[in-house]
């Protein structure tokens, strides 16, 4: 990439609307100056701003690619643009571009202004009509509002008219019209020719000839019976001479076209001349010193140009520098032809004449001679001269027509090249070998990534193509770039002064991208016409091209299809299978639900009977005296309550139905109270170590539920070692930080880890591990409940389980628990005695559905002192609680019939708040249940019970020291 030394050689933008006509005019002065101040120009060609075409958004995207940095200043033509918009819009413009620019026609605030006198060229027209003709009714057919020049030319007709004397007639000013609409400015003529003028003005000569046609319409002749003037001196109005007639007399009024109709030639067009080419040049000019730093004036206005023709009523005024040495010779030819000399003479000057100087000239000084009275008359001689004159016009429209014809041919020729193409690359070759011809010697076609649909700035570019002079150019590794830079690396780089012309490309709403030219050819129409057909071509290719996309893209989304409905069978197939093995595993689930739910029930009522065992055997041992051979009887049964207390407790263990007793407990002294069981559980093909703690690792929790999950890891390690191994059980105190282990907050932690050198787990399997049901064991060797009883366990705590394994290199399981908070380490408080008898006794409501198990109790209770009242049922209790006001406590079984003893709880603290109540039970079937006694500050009391615990809980109940 080469970068252009700025300094060197300023480039210079310009915004238009057209390079056809007066727009080619000023387009061919901007650059004719550009190329002799040695600056490259970059002509940006778009719409009139707020053009209400569908395309007008569209193509004045050009604009916005003037932000970029391959621009030192702008040319802004901004009467052009703003003919719908207004100046504002323009203002508002060139605001965003942020370039030092000039304006032209119209000022712009803050900015150097060429400026033509429209007010003056108006004001000399009247002033022609009025001294040279002296016409007093004279119309003036208005161009749109919104274009700042058609409202001064307006100015000037009412400024030339007060000078004149003359008064003003609105009925001879129709209302102005919304744009440059032919229609409209026939449809104005009929209305104003109403009021008989003698002459008529138009604020362009676009509108000068369709009053013509307005006029002639209405059966009046131009100039015999209205004058009609004109503005702009357009060089393309000679297509008018073909005549402009509505095709449709139903649309007339609404569309004008042009048909070809050589008998209604209108006479040559008296016009105000504006130098549009003068402008362009006087803006560059303007522009460059400015950029250098130079004084620049605020405005220059240039003066206008009365052109003399045939329409106002006129014969062709002599012009002054057609005089000289041709015009006498023609004199002498013409004096010599009259002496009787021969008339060859003066018809070959006059030939010679016309074709060196020009059409215009010859009748201007043909004009002459037949006004000059040193010549006799001799109307053979003028009639000659004047059919010379019609053949070289002929001849001379005959050629511009063939050459216009050539053009339209070559440019009509490559279009249909470019329609035929399928892929950019494909345009892109036929624009290489066809500009040539046409005369255009590079050019570089850029589309945006992707293609825009809204107004904004545009992104990235991708060149899809560019040629110079016949050759293809290597779009580079990366044809990709910013669209600011126009054109990536050194394509705008030339020698000498470069001219450029950058056209958008587009489709409807869809921006596509931008092609740039290099300006070869002074005819501007064809760079337009170019960028239409490089369009149309473009969005064939990329409609071809979206449809290539879009077949491919079904038949690979068939072919996915295909491939998922293969997929989706074998899922399905395996699906099956895995909801067959699920199934299993849930009717063995069931099984074992069934089985915890009857050893649950085996539980509770066994607890009842230990109650009255257990009570009754200790109350008996205690009564009788050391040397009683009937106290190591009693001792025997008391031993063997305590023994079934604790396989009761298993029992609801591996049935789920325990309620969590949460305590501070050493994590230490946990796995120790476990090693022994662990062991035998292991068996000897495992070797068997612990590493614990120097110091206790204090934790909250339940004591039998952190066994239970000690034991299932332990279990779990052992069966992951079938020939044997180590497997090692370690506790330690750590401190994580923020971040260092996923899904555990940052604090203190007592951490249990069991290791163990089995054949671990690939990557899927730990990431299904704790998945109620998932197991890797083979069918009846395990009910994929384990791991998710330790998770859940765990999770419950407040703490994580996480693992870590690979295949072949043995597992380790990591629990975090949380490190017991301060006011969990607070000593609890001691144990209380049993409370003695004593005459003032408190009364203890008793509630149990179980007989044996209500009158144990009342004994336990009656033997500390208490007096007890009974009930069998919650709602009993609830009559008693009404009906005895002096009831301190109640004592309420968990599990009863009708009404359990939570709903009891909370019915009593509706009708007595504050009452004490001491829940009893062996298990809780209902979660809800187990929740609830969990909770602190709720009195529970395990089955079975002693006198003695029952008595301590309540002498703590009583004194509000409850866990």
Request: charged content about 25%.
């Amino acid at each position: 990439m080469i970068e252009r030394d700025r300094a060197r050689r300023p480039r210079i933008g310009a915004l238009n609307m057209s390079l056809a006509g007066l727009f080619e005019l000023q387009w061919l002065g901007m650059a004719d100056a550009a190329q002799a101040l040695d600056a490259d120009l970059i002509a940006f060609i778009g719409r009139e701003l707020d053009d209400p075409a569908d395309f007008g958004r569209s193509a004045n995207s050009v604009y916005e690619l003037t932000r970029g940095a391959r621009l030192d200043g702008l040319v802004v033509w901004t009467t052009a643009l703003s003919s719908y918009a207004g100046p504002r819009a323009v203002q508002a413009l060139c605001d965003r571009l942020a370039l030092p620019l000039v304006s032209v026609e119209h000022p712009l605030p803050g900015h150097p202004s060429v400026l033509f006198d429209d007010t003056g060229g108006i004001r000399k027209a009247v002033e022609h009509l009025v001294e040279v003709h002296g016409h007093n009714r004279i119309a003036f057919v208005r161009g749109p509002a919104t274009h700042p020049g058609a409202e001064l030319r307006y100015r000037g007709y009412l400024d030339g008219l007060a000078a004149r004397g003359l008064p003003f007639d609105e009925t001879l000013v129709p209302v102005p019209p919304q744009g440059w609409d032919a229609g409209r400015a026939v449809a104005m003529t009929t209305e104003v020719c109403a009021r008989e003028p003698q002459a008529i003005i138009a604020a362009s000569d676009f509108f000068a000839q369709a009053v013509i046609v307005g006029v002639r319409r209405l059966g009046l002749r131009v100039p015999d019976d209205v004058a009609v003037i004109g503005f702009d001196d357009l060089p393309n109005t000679a297509h008018f001479a073909l005549g402009l007639d509505n095709v449709d007399p139903a649309v007339a009024g609404r569309t004008v076209e042009r048909s070809v109709n050589l008998g209604s030639a209108p006479p040559p067009l008296t016009t105000v001349r504006m130098p549009f080419a003068d402008l362009g040049a006087k803006a560059v000019e303007l522009l460059l010193a400015r950029l250098r730093g130079d004084q620049v004036p605020e405005s220059v206005t240039l003066v206008p140009e009365l052109v003399v023709r045939r329409s106002c009523g006129c014969l062709p005024t002599p012009v002054e520098d057609t005089g000289g040495q041709v015009a006498e010779r023609l004199y002498q030819a013409a004096r010599q032809a009259l002496d009787g000399e021969g008339d060859e003479r003066f018809l070959t000057a006059l030939d010679s004449f016309a074709r060196t100087e020009g059409v215009d000239h010859a009748w201007t000084a043909l004009a002459a001679l037949r006004r000059d009275r040193r010549l006799p008359p001799a109307p053979e001689l003028w009639w000659q001269a004047r059919q010379l004159l019609g053949e070289i016009i002929g001849q001379q429209r005959t050629f511009e027509h063939q050459v216009g014809e050539k053009r339209d041919e070559v440019v009509r020729t490559l279009g249909q090249r470019l329609v035929t193409a399928r892929e950019v690359g494909d345009l892109g070759d036929v624009l290489t070998a066809e500009l040539p011809r046409i005369g255009i010697p590079s050019c570089a076609m850029a589309l945006y990534e992707p293609p825009l649909t809204e107004p904004g700035v545009p992104g990235q570019a991708v060149l899809a193509m560019a040629c110079d002079r016949g050759r293809r150019l290597d779009a580079g590794d990366q044809p990709s770039f910013p669209a600011l830079d126009l054109a990536p690396g050194s394509f705008l780089e030339r020698a000498t002064a470069s001219n450029f012309v950058a056209l958008p490309l587009y489709f409807k709403d869809e921006r596509l991208g931008f092609v740039l030219f290099e300006a070869g050819v002074r005819v501007g129409w064809i760079y337009e016409a170019l960028r239409g057909q490089i369009s149309s071509a473009l969005a064939g290719v990329i409609l071809v091209e979206r449809e290539r996309r879009a077949l491919a893209a079904v038949e690979e989304s068939s072919r996915r299809l295909e491939d998922r409905v293969a997929e989706r069978t074998a899922e399905l197939r395996e699906q099956i299978k895995v909801r067959e093995h699920v199934e299993e595993q849930l009717r063995h689930a069931q099984k074992m639900e069934a089985v915890g739910r009857l050893a649950g029930g085996i539980a509770h009522d066994f607890n009842n009977l230990l109650v009255v065992i257990n009570g009754y055997s200790e109350m008996l041992r205690n009564r009788l005296r050391d040397n009683d051979e009937l106290r190591d009887a009693a001792e025997e049964i008391r031993n063997a309550g305590v023994r079934a207390e604790a396989l009761t407790r298993q029992l609801l263990i591996f049935s789920r139905q325990e309620v969590p007793q949460p305590a501070l407990l050493d994590l230490n002294d946990v796995v120790t109270g476990v090693e022994a069981m662990l062991r035998r559980l292991i068996g000897e093909q495992v070797r068997f170590t612990t590493r614990l703690a120097p110091l206790p690792c204090p934790v909250f929790a339940d004591r039998g539920q952190l066994e239970q999950v000690v034991v299932n890891l332990v279990v779990n390690a052992r069966d992951a070692m079938p020939g044997g191994g180590l497997l090692t059980v370690e506790t330690t105190e750590v401190h994580l930080a923020e971040g260092e282990r996923v899904g555990v907050a940052p604090g203190r932690y007592a951490l249990l880890s069991i290791t163990d050198t089995g054949v671990g787990m690939s990557a899927q399997t730990q990431q299904r591990i704790f998945e109620p049901f998932f197991t890797t064991k083979p069918a009846g060797q395990g009910t994929g409940l384990g791991l998710s009883t330790v998770f859940g366990i765990v999770e419950r705590s407040g703490g994580h389980v996480t693992v870590r394994s690979e295949p072949g290199a043995g597992s380790s399981f990591d629990v975090h628990l949380p490190h017991a908070t301060d006011e969990e380490l607070k000593p609890a408080p001691e144990s209380l005695p049993p409370a003695p008898t004593a005459e003032a006794r408190e009364t203890v409501l008793l509630v149990e559905d179980e007989a044996s198990v209500r009158a144990a109790t009342r004994v336990f209770l009656e033997q500390y002192g208490y007096r007890v009242i009974e009930a069998e049922t919650g709602a009993k209790a609830l009559d008693l609680v009404v009906a005895t006001a002096e009831i301190d406590a109640v004592v309420t079984d968990v599990v009863m019939p009708e009404m359990g003893g939570r709903e009891l709880g909370e019915q009593l603290e509706q009708l007595r708040p504050g009452l004490p109540v001491l829940y009893v039970t062996g298990y809780a079937d209902n979660a809800d249940v187990r929740e609830h006694l969990s909770q602190r500050g709720v009195a529970l009391l395990q089955k079975p019970f002693t006198a003695a615990t029952l008595a301590r809980r309540m002498r703590e109940l009583m004194t509000g020291r409850t866990r």
